[in-house]
């Protein structure tokens, strides 16, 4: 975890343009040949000098990655969000437990009884509840409490590097989403191949899909052609870059949960993904110790942005019983890797049972 200091240090030395080149390459990086070159036409400079800056960044530990993120449910993966509780002195040794398992791709530990609190990804012909059950045993929590997506209202991280906006502010409309079910067909071969290249943090490099369309024995135009029809499926939600949140200045995350009624779940959610930082908005199930259903959370540059934004939500709903869970360590923070063999690597050491008798071990792509 960054200190204050190096994250103002780190934050100081970005200059206007940098903080446009950030806000742009989260929202919308261009799937075109040459999308350095487009970046600089956008921002009134040129290829060399947006490869420059983020060679920086980059080194900076300002961007994470720059990739494709790919719809987990959409491509029949099975995920969920997961409460874990553990005695205070456990919890970093736990955490490294839970990391171990590939589809793990983001911990926290946050200020609650249920203390880590991680997202975890299995392939179709996985349980996911016993891979769960698994981690629970491994790494000896108290109690786990699986929270999967019910419906999803909202997910859009964008951190707004410029400082023009409130972080109370919203927007006109909401940026609600209906869920999206898995593809009813498997995917090629090919498709297989390109979404393995999408998924990696992209080269900083003139022609960057033509490097991964010549690691595939393809051509540049198939793999942007690929990348955007992955898209116009919904099997991509967008290819963006993901930042460094305390690098770049965002050094709090308040995981919003509310306490709502069942059938006006969606009315609140209209309310709550308006909000500029607010960047995910779900339904979750609930349980005797855990009554929150309405999940939003919230990005600040201090614990007291968040608080603004929850409040902000409070006076226009109404609602008052919900909590706000501050992340005090970040444990794991990656993009989920799809069609590898790591899951099955995993299972085979710790859950040799599950394999007995049972699917192939990465499943073979349909030609």
Same mark, same amino acid.
């Given at each position: 975890?960054?200190?204050?200091?190096?994250?103002?240090?780190?934050?100081?030395?970005?200059?206007?343009?940098?903080?446009?080149?950030?806000?742009? +390459?989260?929202?919308?990086?261009?799937?075109?040949?040459?999308?350095?070159?487009?970046?600089?036409?956008?921002?009134?400079?040129?290829?060399?000098?947006?490869?420059?800056?983020?060679?920086?960044?980059?080194?900076?530990?300002?961007?994470?990655?720059?990739?494709?993120?790919?719809?987990?449910?959409?491509?029949?993966?099975?995920?969920? @969000?997961?409460?874990?509780?553990?005695?205070?002195?456990?919890?970093?040794?736990?955490?490294?437990?839970?990391?171990?398992?590939?589809?793990?791709?983001?911990?926290?530990?946050?200020?609650?009884?249920?203390?880590?609190?991680?997202?975890?990804?299995?392939?179709?012909?996985?349980?996911?509840?016993?891979?769960?059950?698994?981690?629970?045993?491994?790494?000896?929590?108290?109690?786990?409490?699986?929270?999967?997506?019910?419906?999803?209202?909202?997910?859009?991280?964008?951190?707004?590097?410029?400082?023009?906006?409130? /972080?109370?502010?919203?927007?006109?409309?909401?940026?609600?989403?209906?869920?999206? /079910?898995? @593809?009813?067909?498997?995917?090629?071969?090919?498709? +297989?191949?390109?979404?393995?290249?999408?998924?990696?943090?992209?080269?900083?490099?003139?022609?960057?899909?033509?490097?991964?369309?010549?690691?595939?024995?393809?051509?540049?135009?198939?793999?942007?052609?690929?990348?955007?029809?992955?898209?116009?499926?919904?099997?991509?939600?967008?290819?963006?870059?993901?930042?460094?949140?305390?690098?770049?200045?965002?050094?709090?995350?308040?995981?919003?949960?509310?306490?709502?009624?069942?059938?006006?779940?969606?009315?609140?959610?209209?309310?709550?993904?308006?909000?500029?930082?607010?960047?995910?908005?779900?339904?979750?199930?609930?349980?005797?110790?855990? /009554?929150?259903? @309405?999940?939003?959370?919230?990005?600040?540059?201090?614990?007291?942005?968040?608080?603004?934004?929850?409040?902000?939500?409070?006076?226009?709903?109404?609602?008052?019983?919900?909590?706000?869970?501050?992340?005090?360590?970040?444990?794991?923070?990656?993009?989920?890797?799809?069609?590898?063999?790591?899951?099955?690597?995993?299972?085979?050491?710790?859950?040799?049972?599950?394999?007995?008798?049972?699917?192939?071990?990465?499943?073979? /792509?349909?030609?």
């Amino acid at each position: 975890m960054a200190h204050a200091s190096e994250t103002v240090a780190a934050v100081s030395r970005l200059d206007d343009l940098d903080k446009r080149l950030l806000n742009q +390459i989260q929202q919308d990086f261009p799937l075109v040949a040459a999308p350095f070159a487009e970046l600089g036409r956008r921002l009134g400079t040129d290829e060399a000098d947006v490869m420059a800056r983020l060679e920086t960044l980059k080194r900076g530990h300002i961007v994470r990655q720059i990739s494709a993120i790919f719809d987990t449910r959409r491509l029949g993966y099975k995920s969920s @969000l997961v409460a874990a509780a553990y005695d205070p002195e456990r919890v970093h040794e736990a955490a490294k437990i839970v990391n171990a398992h590939p589809g793990v791709s983001h911990n926290y530990e946050r200020d609650h009884t249920f203390n880590l609190w991680y997202t975890i990804a299995v392939p179709p012909y996985q349980d996911l509840a016993a891979v769960v059950q698994r981690l629970h045993e491994l790494s000896g929590a108290r109690s786990t409490r699986m929270l999967p997506t019910l419906r999803l209202f909202k997910i859009a991280v964008k951190l707004d590097m410029t400082g023009t906006q409130d /972080p109370a502010a919203a927007e006109s409309e909401g940026a609600g989403k209906s869920h999206i /079910p898995a @593809l009813e067909r498997p995917l090629t071969a090919f498709e +297989i191949a390109c979404l393995r290249e999408l998924q990696q943090d992209i080269e900083i490099v003139p022609r960057p899909f033509a490097a991964m369309a010549a690691r595939i024995g393809t051509t540049e135009a198939a793999v942007l052609e690929q990348a955007r029809q992955f898209q116009a499926d919904e099997v991509m939600r967008r290819f963006a870059a993901v930042l460094y949140h305390r690098k770049a200045g965002f050094g709090a995350n308040g995981m919003s949960v509310w306490r709502v009624p069942e059938d006006r779940i969606a009315e609140y959610a209209a309310v709550m993904v308006r909000f500029n930082h607010v960047s995910h908005c779900y339904q979750r199930p609930v349980y005797p110790d855990w /009554p929150y259903n @309405l999940f939003a959370m919230t990005h600040g540059r201090s614990r007291a942005d968040c608080q603004k934004i929850v409040d902000a939500i409070s006076a226009q709903t109404g609602l008052t019983d919900y909590t706000v869970l501050f992340s005090t360590r970040e444990y794991k923070k990656v993009r989920v890797l799809f069609y590898t063999a790591d899951y099955d690597e995993w299972v085979a050491r710790h859950m040799p049972e599950a394999l007995s008798g049972a699917a192939p071990s990465v499943p073979q /792509p349909a030609d």
